[in-house]
């Protein structure tokens, strides 16, 4: 059994696994301050005690750069703050004495698709996610893409589409994240007005081009062959799946295949699948004994 805690945009959410089967779950809404991180141990323990079973490994998702050597997040956006630097196979060692694994959020939502979700089977494949920013992570020949210092795959966000455009949060100029998330809505517009009516046809274009040039940029660095849209925008469907598909179609490298496109019809479950997967087909669960530093 694995103890999954996916730390999200909105909300945290906890989920004791079978291997791809949820035994139990529950969510709280995230406060963006060091309390948390005990409420979210509170809340597992809670569930463990309903659904009467034990867990094995503790399974962490985090929305920000994780240091591969290390396993410590380096770096998220402001709400997440007091996680940078933390140990948190310490923190699952205190809690729940437990072995864990820690890993970024798209990357690991990634690994749940191409193992036991939309995805399945796939060994070269890119998971964009979209929605209050835009998450991304990308495999190639069936390894997840970390890179030297855990930046890459998950930074497709921050590729530049408008070398004129706004500054983003991140310091680079014009990032489709700048250009084309929750925070790039008017004051009093929301997402779903946006994409669910016809009160804003320009934003919404403008939106979709933004989000197929960031594809199309994706597709063009890992060549892969599937493309795994997510993201609670796309509850609606063709509207949104369809326009990047076709934008990426048009503005292809000629001699390039195009790749597949899945959009997961359970994507609030990718996450965990992908930290339970995590748990069973890599060695961090017996390399990282989970105890602090000064216990060594």
Not at 44 to 59: P, S
Not at 247 to 271: G, K, N, Y
Not at 289 to 296: D, L
Request: glycine fraction near 10%.
């Amino acid at each position: 059994m694995e103890l999954c805690i996916d730390f999200g945009g909105t909300e945290i959410k906890i989920a004791l696994t079978d291997g791809s089967h949820v035994v139990g779950s529950r969510s709280i809404p995230v406060e963006g301050t060091p309390t948390d991180l005990d409420k979210a141990a509170a809340h597992a323990r809670a569930l463990l005690d309903q659904t009467g079973r034990a867990a094995d490994a503790v399974g962490i998702a985090v929305p920000g750069v994780v240091d591969p050597r290390s396993d410590r997040m380096l770096h998220a956006n402001a709400k997440y703050d007091f996680l940078e630097d933390i140990d948190l196979h310490a923190w699952a060692h205190t809690e729940f004495d437990l072995p864990s694994v820690v890993e970024n959020d798209a990357r690991a939502a990634l690994i749940g698709e191409t193992s036991s979700g939309s995805a399945a089977g796939e060994r070269d494949a890119v998971l964009v996610t979209l929605g209050t920013g835009i998450g991304t992570a990308a495999m190639i020949d069936g390894s997840p893409l970390r890179g030297r210092t855990g930046h890459a795959g998950i930074l497709g966000g921050h590729l530049t589409v408008d070398i004129d455009g706004p500054t983003c949060p991140c310091g680079n100029i014009g990032c489709g994240e700048a250009l084309a998330s929750t925070r790039a809505l008017p004051e009093h517009v929301s997402m779903t007005q946006v994409f669910t009516t016809d009160a804003h046809p320009d934003l919404r274009d403008r939106f979709l081009h933004v989000w197929g040039a960031v594809v199309t940029s994706l597709v063009h660095s890992y060549d892969p062959a599937v493309v795994i849209l997510s993201g609670g925008i796309l509850r609606a469907g063709d509207a949104v799946s369809a326009p990047i598909e076709d934008f990426v179609r048009e503005h292809l490298w000629p001699s390039l295949t195009p790749p597949h496109f899945v959009v997961p019809p359970e994507p609030e479950l990718s996450v965990v699948r992908g930290l339970s997967t995590l748990i069973h087909t890599t060695h961090t669960a017996t390399t990282h004994t989970a105890i602090p530093q000064e216990e060594q």
